[in-house]
């Protein structure tokens, strides 16, 4: 079945069997790996991207369904290598540790600010409620998304990097 | 996992839909935002040869008024439904219920005419719409047929929905100002309930009390004969014939369905 959508900002158009998953497609069709398989129903959010600009789990999103519409993935953030203020701040924060929830947190908080831009902690919490982190490492990770909607609000501290804590790039500059 | 092989077909308006669910018998299931239907699916729970998609269908997508209905289009999304000012000022339990259901993930996928479709006796938006007094109209190509909640979950995930209808819109009483309370007992994140309970206007719906979502019959007759929430909480699982699961076994549920009737009905949210 021909389905075509744009992922990241470029059209896509392939030829995908119906059953064949929007994360699949992503990380096996396109090489784009960010979003990760985790529990593969609907539970963990490892596979969260971005359909339309608002946060769903690709794992429970057939391809043919995705046509004629706008995906983003981490991979998209990122635009010519300048990290995403989300992604700046989970770095900043230190937002990770294994790293495998990275994906679905980072564009679950960056669909939540979209529609939240100044959110309370609680409201962060209630908005990562789709996303498990099984390292448990939930206070950096809310940390990091208070800190990304800080850096939006005024970008001057968004372009000179995370407030709390320098990264080795910034510091070494 | 993979779902088994299935064809695919697009809807272009609800008409469209009911003819292609004509022709393709009676393993065709309609597909909408996917979030039961897909999971039960790459489980083999489901295995339907054809899906009809009515996702796109915008026709199906609306909240009005009608009269002293508020009227809800089947493939709204549960984050429209929940973030509706018409359904928080009009019906204000269905705009809380719709905010349970599942992650925001969920919630932008999910509709709230598949999760009625869906009937699982655990879930939010049966319960609601049971409490609510609420009804669907469901779609066949002799017309439109309105069921009440009541009539319309018939079973453990089994509702009146006859082959070749299909859910088109939800329709619940406007009660703006209404006192109404919501208890959802979950052990973990973003569970289903292990009791539910829903309390508007003299009503109370308990989930997961028995194949479908059940009214609190003797609570709700003794709220009417003047009874206080206390009182009429005790009789809350008068009646009910619940499951045993690794969760609760019939005497928990019962007792959690008593307390948290009482907070319902002292218009507790949680």
């Known amino acids: 079945m021909k389905v075509r959508l744009t992922v990241n900002g470029q059209d896509r158009s392939d030829d995908v069997e119906p059953r064949l998953l929007l994360v ?150 | 996992m993979i779902p088994a092989p299935f064809e695919y077909a697009v809807a272009e308006s609800a008409e469209h839909a009911l003819e292609l669910l004509a022709e393709s018998g009676d393993d065709a299931k309609l597909l909408a935002g996917g979030h039961s239907l897909l999971p039960m699916m790459k489980l083999r729970l489901a295995v339907p040869s054809v899906l009809i998609d009515i996702g796109p269908l915008t026709e199906l997508a609306y909240i009005r008024t009608d009269g002293d209905d508020l009227v809800i289009g089947a493939t709204t999304r549960h984050a429209d439904v929940a973030g509706s000012e018409r359904v928080r000022s009009e019906a204000p339990l269905l705009a809380y219920s719709a905010a349970q259901v599942g992650d925001p993930q969920i919630r932008h996928r999910g509709t709230i005419g598949g999760s009625l479709a869906h009937a699982d006796p655990a879930a939010d938006l049966p319960m609601a719409l049971t409490a609510l007094g609420g009804s669907v109209e469901l779609m066949s190509p002799s017309g439109i047929r309105t069921v009440s909640a009541d009539d319309f979950f018939a079973g453990y995930f089994e509702t009146s929905l ?97 307390v948290l009737t009482r907070r319902a009905l002292e218009h507790q949210r949680g």
Request: charged residues 20%; negative net charge.
């Open chain 2, 162 to 258: 006859e082959p070749g209808e299909l859910l088109s819109a939800v329709r619940v009483p406007r009660q703006p100002g209404a006192d109404w309370g919501y208890q959802k007992f979950v052990r973990r994140a973003n569970d289903w309930a292990i009791v539910g309970v829903a309390a508007v206007s003299g009503r109370v719906a308990l989930a997961n009390m028995g194949p479908t979502p059940v009214r609190a019959w003797a609570a709700e007759q003794a709220l009417a004969d003047g009874a206080g929430p206390a009182e009429a909480a005790e009789l809350a699982a008068d009646g009910t014939e619940p499951g045993e699961d690794i969760h609760a076994d019939r005497a928990f549920r019962q007792h959690l369905a008593r």
């Open chain 1, 24 to 173: 699949h497609y992503l990380r096996q069709h396109l090489g784009l790996r960010a979003a990760n398989v985790g529990c593969d129903t609907t539970s963990c959010g490892a596979c969260t991207v971005l359909l339309n600009g608002k946060s769903v789990k690709s794992c429970t999103v057939l391809t043919v369904q995705a046509t004629g519409q706008d995906v983003t993935t981490a991979e998209g953030l990122a635009a010519e290598g300048d990290l995403h203020p989300v992604q700046r701040a989970f770095r900043a924060e230190h937002g990770l540790q294994c790293g495998f929830c990275t994906p679905g947190m980072v564009m679950a908080a960056t669909g939540l600010l979209a529609e939240n831009p100044h959110p309370t902690e609680k409201e962060v919490r209630a908005g990562l409620e789709g996303n498990f982190c099984r390292c448990t490492g939930y206070h950096n990770i809310v940390r990091a998304v208070l800190t990304a909607a800080d850096a939006m609000a005024s970008p001057s501290r968004a372009d000179s990097g995370s407030p709390a804590i320098p990264t080795s790039t910034e510091s070494a500059q």
